[in-house]
């Protein structure tokens, strides 16, 4: 007689490959996937595309840098994250749920802010350019909060995986779109013989951006809100304060005790070479007169995919070596490949050469994000570690952005391959730091 009972599963019983991979089939992978295409799609419009856009518009360099600090709007989205995860929205929640209606608003604000942005000319008027570039990353950035909800609530934990897998793949999609697609857009859309910059060109482009947000939207408003989820009682701003935000940091100071202090360091400073070099790069291929199509192919599709192939290579080597040594491995490579673009300047308009410096670039900040990434999560405490990863990932961000808002300033004054070069050097002090974290225990 068998000694199995009924609720006794048999190792016989596992699904084959063909039906585990039929879970990307489904619908909930299927929305997660055009729902993930619409989180990564506003990110590049604001910042890469939209910086070559203003180069090409004959906006000072200075300018662009400054205009970068947007990008700190993300940074501090987790001050608003409670309230997109506990407050309703008068009417439109009771429509839609407390997920689909914050998805709502924020899908809105992201389509009205690009088309606003496409009708104004950043020659004749910019700051409706940049009041409309903010409402955008506020738009998105809310958008990833409501969407990390809607995603985690949607499946139980067997299918976590397959749609985070397919939400990736949409960011990445619209990551390609919204880079390289919106570059081949506006070159395609461009009058033959005419002046270099051509704002109709733009206009399409950024039409067509806003036009990609639809499906998104469309996703949301036929998806079934997921099951409410039992909310803590209301507490006041500082009751919310000690347990958002105290917390988390006062479980870290305690773990790590004075190393939390190098910690915190290392994570302020690891991409700040990348941060600071990459808010000048599209300026940079303009100035060396690369072509739209040029830069769309090269740097924003094929770069891409190099950096993809990074991350592979990253998680494989942090599994085979440890992560602080890819980590160390990670920083050097990108402060090196910094100093490649200062070797670009000096060759003019060389497509195999740029074809060389996105290839180490990308290869390089994969590899350095796949460690960084595995090293965050090594920091949390399971019991804060939605909080504790959001902080250092904002943590992250912060110093670096701020930087990178004087790039422009100091392209301005002393050109382009001193400006990389000196990037490249805001990476020694993190080897220090890295080697000194390496001997926590």
Wanted: some cysteine.
């Amino acid at each position: 007689m068998s000694s199995l009972t009924p609720d006794t599963p048999r190792t016989d019983d596992k699904p084959h490959w063909w039906d585990t991979l039929k879970v990307y089939a489904e619908p909930a992978s299927l929305r997660m996937l055009s729902l993930g295409f619409s989180a990564g799609l506003p990110l590049l419009l604001v910042f890469g595309t939209l910086s070559f856009w203003l180069r090409e518009a004959g906006i000072d360099l200075k300018t662009i840098g400054f205009l970068s600090w947007v990008g700190l709007v993300y940074a501090f989205k987790w001050a608003w994250s409670p309230l997109v995860d506990r407050l309703p929205i008068p009417l439109l929640t009771k429509l839609l749920g407390r997920r689909r209606s914050w998805l709502v608003v924020a899908q809105s604000l992201i389509v009205g802010g690009l088309a606003m942005m496409a009708f104004t000319d950043p020659q004749i008027a910019l700051m409706p350019v940049v009041w409309c570039a903010i409402a955008v990353a506020v738009g998105s950035a809310t958008q990833d909060i409501a969407l990390d909800a809607f995603r985690i609530e949607s499946a139980d934990t067997r299918h976590q995986a397959a749609l985070s897998a397919t939400y990736m793949t949409g960011y990445r999609l619209a990551m390609i779109w919204a880079g390289a697609g919106a570059l081949w857009l506006a070159a395609s859309a461009e009058t033959p013989n005419t002046d270099n910059y051509q704002y109709a060109a733009w206009k399409t482009a950024y039409l067509l951006m806003a036009a990609s947000m639809v499906p998104g939207m469309l996703t949301v408003l036929f998806s079934k809100e997921p099951a409410q989820q039992a909310l803590p009682p209301a507490r006041n701003a500082a009751e919310w304060l000690q347990g958002a935000l105290l917390d988390p940091f006062a479980d870290f100071v305690k773990r790590y005790r004075w190393h939390a202090v190098l910690i915190l360091a290392l994570i302020a400073s690891y991409r700040i070479s990348d941060v600071v070099m990459g808010i000048m790069a599209n300026p940079f291929y303009v100035d060396m007169g690369f072509s739209k199509t040029e830069v769309a192919t090269v740097s924003k599709l094929y770069g891409v995919v190099m950096t993809l192939v990074g991350a592979f290579v990253g998680g494989a080597l942090a599994m085979r070596f440890g992560v602080m040594r890819v980590l160390m491995l990670g920083a050097v490579l990108s402060s090196a490949s910094n100093l490649l673009f200062a070797w670009l300047g000096g060759q003019g308009h060389n497509l195999q050469a740029l074809i060389l410096v996105i290839s180490a670039d990308n290869l390089s900040s994969g590899i350095a994000t796949a460690a960084f990434v595995a090293y965050l999560s090594s920091l949390t405490n399971v019991s804060y570690s939605a909080t504790q990863y959001a902080l250092f990932s904002s943590m992250m961000l912060l110093f670096p952005k701020f930087l990178a808002g004087y790039s422009g300033w100091f392209v301005s004054g002393h050109g382009y391959p001193a400006f990389f070069t000196a990037s490249a050097c805001l990476g020694l002090p993190v080897l220090i730091l890295i080697a000194l974290a390496s001997r926590i225990k």
